[in-house]
């Protein structure tokens, strides 16, 4: 399929590329894997043309900003990596979009910076790394609290979604993963860890509070499609310490988009479309932690969704979602 739109695509900057590289595959692969995050220009754009994918919202490397322990620090890098993305969105507007990097340390200096990139560099969104630390390396801030209701609202006023991102957990709130560092990253934890947030979300009443709110999960929903029944069954026995008013569930199909990045997988894409439903999911790859051509070759060939399905979450409904202007 041509013309698809992919969102889940990632850059880093020299500030935040080393982070990273424990995820690059083996030692051989790293100067491959640097190249191609810190490259915005023919190699991406050359690979975005042979599988299809017309537009790219770019976002910045995980944990990017949020692990950041200085607060000042965290605003200076967040603008220099937005600033970067601007520039790559101005050379080349029919092809990139950004989303804001926050330095989530501070709520209203995020506020502050979402919307200098919504309103003065066209930004379609944020992607937020999940947990920000701050000050110490043992800190770990969810959103949930009520020190962040401003931002959301800031969030809510602006129109734009919010892409809560995987991170690692923090080794001093690991011991669970002991022994098993294989299962903290990408095969398991990231999912654990963004579910978890996600879910803190909804039980916090914040979709009370901000009803328009857009959050958007990665990875075909990060495991939460196929336990949102169980989840709400099981709150009928314990509700303890839940502020949401209605299920769980309720307010999951009303606040969250799903994309399939870094997941190519029939039986898991039709659980999520059969819970979500075709406005709700949308494609997306998650270069360069994975290909181009794994995420377009499985999309194109699959036979789980019809053509006017395909086109949808391709396509349109990403033009729908950022008020693309694409031709
Ligand atoms: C991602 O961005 O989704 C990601 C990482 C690191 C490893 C794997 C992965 O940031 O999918
Ligand atoms: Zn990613």
Known sequence: MQGKIAFEEHMAIRETLEETR????????????????????DERLGKMDETGIEFAI???????????????????????????????????????????????????????ELTRCVKELGFKGAMVNGFTQKDTPDSAIYYDIPEYRSFWATVQELDVPFYLHPRMQIPARAQNYQ???????????????????????????????????????????????????????????????YRGERPLGEYFLQNFLVTTSGNFCDPTFKCAHEVLGTDRLFFSADYPFEKMEDAADWYDATDVMTAEEKKKIGRDNAIKLFNLDLD
């Open 58 to 112: 770019l976002s910045l490397n995980a944990p990017g900003i949020q692990g950041i322990l200085d607060t000042n620090e965290a605003i200076e890098v967040s603008k220099k990596a937005n600033d970067t993305m601007a520039d790559a969105v101005s050379k080349h507007p029919k092809r990139y979009g950004g989303f804001a990097a926050l330095p989530m340390q501070d709520p209203d200096a995020a506020a502050k």
């Open 179 to 241: 022994d098993h560092p294989w299962l903290m990253s990408a095969p398991w934890g990231f999912a654990v860890e963004t579910s978890i947030h996600s879910l803190r979300l909804c039980g916090s009443g914040l979709f009370e509070d901000y009803p328009k709110l857009k959050i958007i999960i990665g990875h075909l929903g990060e495991h939460i499609p196929y336990d949102l029944w169980r989840i709400d069954a099981r709150m009928r026995f314990s509700r303890r310490g």
């Open 22 to 41: 424990s995820f690059a595959g083996d030692s051989g692969k790293w100067d491959d894997f640097t190249r191609q995050i810190l490259d915005l220009e």
